[in-house]
């Protein structure tokens, strides 16, 4: 659509034919019913990437002695992904009046109050920007294991492992090469004679700078080019391109990226009944050592590593972030044991007591040594009746992939916190905090308002990457149960059990929208989240942003869990084998702090965190024959933040507010053959088709693909004999 005027409305198709608008949506951004917008349908995506996997086992062992035997096992993995993403697009890009593709018509309307004209396109006829990944898993074991003695036993093993993965994405835009071949002129009224009907691009003509309208790039020397090599585009109509044009301005790109392990480990299992007996049985013990080291290596495509020439954190391709080579790598030393006490056993009130304790020591070359340690014991006063509870302090510290990824581009929508619209619906911080941040920009906060910036509704740029600043995570975990088994209803097992964990230092890795509201939601602005985001000065709208993992102050949860399995033969197992299980889950707790100082976030019953969530299956087996029903149950859950909706009760009508509770169906059939050879199955997963909330970015507990068959065969090749 072209642009001639500062209305900054359409007049012209691209070929130049009028331009209908179509009826504008007013509460839809820019979604319009009709014209000659492009259809919504044309903006195609994969719901699922395609993917093709193949993986290769082998195992081998061999006895040298009696006690003593060698094996290994190897491992590879290839898996091809492929998924189709958008084309590049142009909003509001200019085009000089003295450029000679410009429709006859379009430049009779007049191009004077800009000096030529804008135009906006998605560029369809480009091609679209696919991306494929293809990953090589490689893992090999070799180790030897045996007795030490009759009560005792021994492992010692070597790990490799290494994932090789490259990234190709095709048709990127090379902006310097872009806009020099936009900016086309007729070569004799260029030099000052008639029009020649040879057209060129300026910076070919001129051999000088791309000239300055306005855009990226425009005022710039050619990085990627030299004057002379450059192509000239035309945009004015569907599939006008030269094919010579589009090699010239579009490139593919191949990244690739590297994580290796090596691990050795060796323990010894055993117990103490060669030298003595508790009244519960003998103590039994594991001892032993680990080394591991993990590095990962990123290494870019040349093309995406130039940095741009009018910004240094930009890149030369449109629409992706600068990229660097990124290497990283860091080991740990650990050593760790066990010990199980049967105190006592077969006793009036004492059918079982015993206690297990364990403690694990790591040394880090990131995050430095750690401790963790637990204790857990089970107390059966008769044999129907199994009392069990634990305490651990664990702690786990951030993977290679948190710790150094490689800074990639990525694409995120913002909901800004701090407009008008969403200024009441966060914590009592809020308001404060974002006056005082876009004050400080030297912008009117009374004024500011992002959603009527006309880019509001499109993708903000910005970088994802490891974090190699995270500390280890750490947590405190507390569970009680009961197993019940009662003998006067054999094959009936039930067991209850609650949990209280408190999670210190989460590494947790927000998005664009939750890092902009940990900023302002916090206790000050003093924090890693508004440390991620980069505000203009201007404007006080967010231009860049760098999202990663973090370290968040706490999570805290709490819940019960309670599961009930029958399993019975009716008929004295002439009618089959009959098996009913169902598990309940309630949710008591679920806060999270993202910052020290801030307030604390109920997330309980929200999108995610139902209070109740349930499975129950229902198997029949007779012979070779198995059937099974299951069904998946999910409560009600909350559209929007409490915040939100504290802020805002009137954020949408009452029954919009809460997302129903969903009961997803699955049915399963299987034969296997009487050798026991292969099994055949067939399925259909919910059958009902229950369909997510709408409105949604997350799932609410149903999977994005609704009803869907499948069916497969499995072989046993040990039953065969290979």
Not at 284 to 312: C, K, W
Request: negative net charge.
């Amino acid at each position: 659509a072209l642009v001639i005027d500062g209305s900054f409305s359409p007049l012209f198709r691209g070929a130049g034919q009028p331009y209908d608008p179509g009826q504008f949506l007013p509460q839809s951004g820019f979604l319009a019913v009709g014209g000659d917008n492009t259809p919504v349908n044309d903006y195609q995506g994969d719901l699922q990437a395609a993917t093709e996997h193949h993986s290769f086992n082998g195992l081998f062992s061999f006895e040298l002695t009696p006690d003593i035997r060698f094996f290994a096992e190897g491992k590879y993995v290839k898996s091809d992904n492929f998924t189709i993403a958008q084309p590049s697009f142009d909003f509001f890009t200019f085009i000089s009046e003295d450029n000679p593709l410009i429709p006859d018509n379009v430049r009779a309307a007049g191009l004077d109050e800009f000096g030529g004209l804008l135009f906006n396109r998605d560029n369809f006829d480009f091609g679209t920007r696919n991306e494929s990944f293809e990953r090589d898993l490689y893992r090999t074991v070799i180790g030897f294991d045996g007795n030490v003695s009759d009560n005792v036993r021994f492992e010692a093993s070597y790990v490799y492992g290494r994932n090789d993965t490259t990234y190709v994405s095709t048709n990127q835009r090379i902006e310097d090469r872009y806009f020099a071949a936009l900016d086309v002129v007729d070569v004799g009224a260029f030099n000052g004679g008639a029009p020649s009907g040879v057209f060129d691009c300026r910076v070919n003509v001129d051999g000088g700078a791309i000239a300055d309208a306005g855009n990226d790039n425009y005022g710039e020397a050619p990085q990627t080019f030299t004057p002379g090599q450059c192509v000239p585009l035309n945009i004015f109509g569907e599939g006008v391109a030269s094919q010579a044009a589009l090699d010239f301005i579009l490139t593919d790109t191949s990244n690739q990226y590297r994580i290796e392990q090596h691990v050795a480990n060796a323990y010894l299992t055993g117990d103490f009944g060669k030298f003595f007996e508790l009244p519960g049985g003998a103590v039994n013990f594991a001892f032993g050592g680990e080394y591991r080291e993990e590095s990962s290596d990123f290494r870019p495509d040349a093309i995406s590593t130039q940095v741009a020439s009018f910004d240094p954190n930009s890149g030369v391709l449109a629409d992706l972030a600068l990229l660097g080579r990124e290497r990283g790598s860091f080991d740990v030393w650990e050593v760790f044991g066990e010990i199980n006490v049967p105190l006592l056993a077969d006793r009036p009130f004492f059918d079982l007591l015993e206690f297990t304790v364990a403690a694990r020591y790591s040394d880090y070359s990131t995050v430095g040594s750690t401790e963790a340690w637990s204790v857990n014991g089970q107390w059966a006063p008769i044999r129907d009746v199994r009392f069990r509870g634990g305490y651990s302090e664990s702690v786990r510290a951030p993977n290679i992939t948190e710790l150094f990824a490689p800074r990639t581009g990525t694409f995120a929508f913002l909901d800004d916190p701090c407009s008008p619209v969403n200024i009441n619906q966060g914590t009592e911080f809020r308001v404060d905090n974002c006056r005082a941040l876009i004050t400080g920009l030297g912008v009117d906060f009374d004024t500011f308002d992002p959603d009527s910036d006309i880019n509001s509704s499109a993708s903000l740029e910005g970088i994802v990457s490891g974090n190699q600043n995270l500390s280890e995570e750490d947590a405190k975990t507390w569970t009680a149960g009961v197993i019940l088994q009662p003998s006067f209803v054999p094959g009936l097992v039930v067991t209850a059990d609650w949990y209280d964990i408190r999670l210190s230092n989460a590494v947790r890795t927000p998005g664009l929208t939750e890092t902009a509201q940990f900023c302002v939601d916090s206790g000050s602005l003093d924090n890693p989240f508004c440390d991620a985001i980069t505000r203009s000065t201007t404007t006080g709208f967010v231009e860049s942003y760098i999202l990663g993992p973090q370290n968040v102050a706490f999570f805290d949860t709490a819940g019960a869990d309670v599961t009930v399995n029958y399993g019975f033969e009716p008929g004295g197992g002439s009618l089959g084998r009959f098996n009913l299980r169902g598990t309940v889950g309630y949710l008591d707790k679920l806060e999270f702090l993202p910052a020290n100082g801030g307030i604390v976030d109920d997330d309980r019953g929200e999108v995610g965190a139902p209070k109740w969530v349930g499975t129950a299956d229902v198997t029949w087996q007779l012979d070779n024959v198995l059937l099974n029903y299951g069904v998946q149950y999910v409560g009600e859950q909350l559209r929007f933040e409490k915040d939100q909706i504290a802020g805002d009760p009137d954020i949408a009508a009452p029954e919009f507010l809460v997302i129903g509770d969903r009961f997803i169906h699955d049915l399963r059939a299987e034969f296997t053959t009487d050798n026991r050879e292969a099994s055949f199955f067939v399925g259909v997963n919910n059958f009902t088709d229950e369909l997510p909330a709408r409105g949604l970015d997350s799932q609410a507990g149903v999977g994005w693909l609704g009803r869907y068959f499948y069916a497969g065969i499995r072989i046993n090749t040990d039953r065969l004999g290979f």
